[in-house]
């Protein structure tokens, strides 16, 4: 009876873990997904306006040039983009006034449209970046999905999770910059016989692993994977599921701003587990 039970865990585990996969497909492919990137352009008030060069590139300067779309605009707590008024002239499509471009709430979609692009702002560091999208990009039909391990019940371990309080941790991305992250606590588990701490932080409210392991640069992403985790229950403990590791958006373009992995969650075990690095990246 116990292996019935034990084997039809295992498969309601694995029919889960196809949905994630699925879910995750879609995530990319999404018109906010991180396969349409095609530049991140750094902007500040003497450096706001967008202008159009050719057909298919838009460029950031102190001045309005020939092909100006239109000027990011600073406000105390926001950024607009206003966009030129001249474009309702000579284009095809209604062109608003302005949008809100910043800040954006995750998830809901918002941002700036013009002809096949799309973009919104996002703050790093103090600094402000364009996240350009070009609609149209061909990488969207090209995706072939993503590689995975099989799934393995071996890598769904049983954690006892020690909260922390008031506490945050400078985290680098691949920027060079280091940004300060609110710590929610420490995870504690076994693997491979070996005792394992992973420090949690907050990312929009869910308990957020930043890890590497030594599967990095051979079969998964050189420079570490993503992880959520389930809150603990009562005791303190939870489950730890490495199959749901995911690639960080670096791994499918340059024009994103990833986090690494604090030296507290490199791992020196093979986490044989999760996503692999995509195919032609």
């Known amino acids: 009876m116990l292996t019935i ?90 062109v608003p006034q302005k949008s809100l471009v910043f800040p954006l709430e995750y ?42 391990y099989p799934y393995d019940p071996e890598f769904r371990i049983k954690a006892f999770f020690e909260p922390k309080f008031n506490q945050t941790m400078g985290i680098p991305n691949v920027l060079g910059q280091v940004i300060e992250w609110k710590v929610m606590g420490i995870l504690k588990f076994e693997l491979e016989g070996k005792p394992i701490e992973l420090t949690v932080l907050d990312e929009l409210g869910k308990f957020f692993v930043i890890f590497s392991d030594l599967t990095n640069g051979h079969e998964t992403y050189p420079t570490g994977r993503y992880l959520y985790v389930d809150y603990p229950d009562r005791t303190g403990y939870t489950w730890i599921d490495f199959n749901y590791s995911y690639n960080p958006p670096c791994a499918f373009t340059a024009f994103a701003t990833c986090p690494i992995p604090p030296k507290e969650n490199r791992m020196e075990v093979a986490v044989l587990a999760g996503e692999k690095i995509p195919e032609g990246h």
């Open 5 to 94: 039970l034990l084997s039809t865990r295992v498969f309601a585990q694995a029919e889960n873990h196809e949905e994630w996969k699925n879910e995750r497909a879609h995530e990319l492919l999404k018109e906010d997904g991180w396969l349409n990137l095609i530049g991140l352009l750094w902007i500040d008030q003497n450096t706001s306006y967008l202008n159009q060069v050719g057909n298919d590139k838009l460029e950031v300067s102190s001045k309005m040039e020939v092909g100006n779309i239109g000027k990011f605009h600073f406000e105390r707590d926001s950024i607009w983009f206003v966009f030129n008024p001249e474009l309702s002239k000579n284009s095809k499509e209604s």
């Open 107 to 148: 998830g809901k979609g918002g941002g700036a449209y013009f002809d096949r692009w799309k973009w919104t702002v996002i703050e790093r560091g103090g600094q402000y970046g364009v996240r350009l999208r070009d609609l149209k990009h061909p990488g969207v039909l090209e995706f072939k999905g993503l590689p995975y």
